[in-house]
């Protein structure tokens, strides 16, 4: 397994990551979130070390069985939630269990080829839907000196993100609250969360776009001119019967490709990489 450490004080990360079972995950999810809180308490920057337990967190994705209090087997684990987080946090780990599953750094390493072949020194770069940092903490080095601004919605994945890259600029909200500018970004990334219900956006509103979608269409306008979204999506945004979305998609986008993650799968989705070139200022 190739393991790395960054000289210049990134976080630790697997290359190859052994994901372990489902109590395996849970238990690195409870010492990230013990770390987490112990940096708080003390006001104060994560160690390197514990960078190291802060990056091992993947999200409650696959762990439902630690929510129900019913569940012997899982008993355990259910006291541990409720010792170390608060309501509002386990009520947000809750939503998330059926829905947040860790990127596999092959996949980002694949986003981020395709983005250098363009050229890519410096510039702006967003993540609308970051979690703990994993697209910020692949960059690679020939993007060094991009600014990195990324968008998280529950409390404990963007706390963790802002102690792993306390350079970049990491807002914890959900995207639909967030005042980022049109037309000022440079690069879209990440894997955006999909799902089959709405988000309320006035400006978005009359479109009726499920989750995925809606982040596809509102990232296209915070892209300047020129500027290229390669986010993971959930297949619907492709074969959904209605093509009403695409063609909304392609007149706002100079090229619009899709390409089948054949190696990722995710509640049995294989899950398409969107890669689009802004054609225009939007209006």
Request: contains cysteine; hydrophobic residues 35%.
């Given at each position: 397994m190739e393991r790395c450490y960054k000289k210049d004080k990134k976080p630790y990360c697997d290359m190859n990551p052994s994901y372990g079972g489902a109590k395996h995950r849970f238990q690195s999810n409870i010492e990230a979130v013990k770390t987490l809180k112990q940096c708080e308490e003390e006001n104060r920057q994560a160690l390197p070390e514990e960078q190291e337990i802060l990056a091992k967190y993947v999200g409650w994705g696959g762990l439902?069985?630690?929510?129900?209090?019913?569940?012997?087997?899982?008993?355990?684990?259910y006291a541990q939630l409720k010792e170390f987080l608060t309501p509002d946090e386990y009520s947000s780990a809750q939503e998330t269990a059926l829905t947040s599953f860790y990127t596999p750094p092959v996949i980002i390493q694949s986003v981020y080829k395709v983005i250098e072949n363009t050229g890519l020194k410096e510039g702006n770069i967003l993540d609308p839907g970051c979690g703990i940092g994993n697209?910020?903490?692949?960059?690679?080095?020939?993007?060094?000196n991009v600014k990195m601004y990324g968008i998280e919605q529950d409390s404990v994945s963007g706390r963790i993100a802002k102690l792993l890259y306390p350079e970049n600029q990491i807002d914890i909200t959900s995207y639909e609250n967030t005042d980022l500018p049109d037309n000022f970004f440079d690069v879209s990334v990440g894997n955006i969360p999909f799902g089959s219900y709405q988000i309320a956006d006035k400006k978005y509103d009359r479109l009726g776009l499920y989750v995925h979608d809606y982040f596809i269409v509102k990232t296209l306008d915070k892209l300047r001119p020129g500027g290229i979204m390669a986010v993971i999506?959930?297949?619907?945004?492709?074969d959904k019967k209605s093509s009403d979305v695409r063609k909304y998609i392609a007149?706002?986008?100079?090229?619009?490709?899709?390409?089948?993650?054949?190696?990722?799968?995710?509640?049995?989705?294989?899950?398409?990489?969107?890669f689009c070139s802004c054609k225009r200022e939007n209006v």
């Open positions: 439902s069985n630690a929510f129900d209090p019913e569940n012997e087997e899982w008993k355990n684990e697209f910020q903490g692949l960059i690679p080095e020939s993007m060094k999506t959930t297949k619907g945004t492709m007149q706002r986008a100079e090229r619009f490709v899709c390409l089948t993650t054949h190696f990722l799968k995710m509640q049995a989705h294989k899950l398409p990489l969107i």
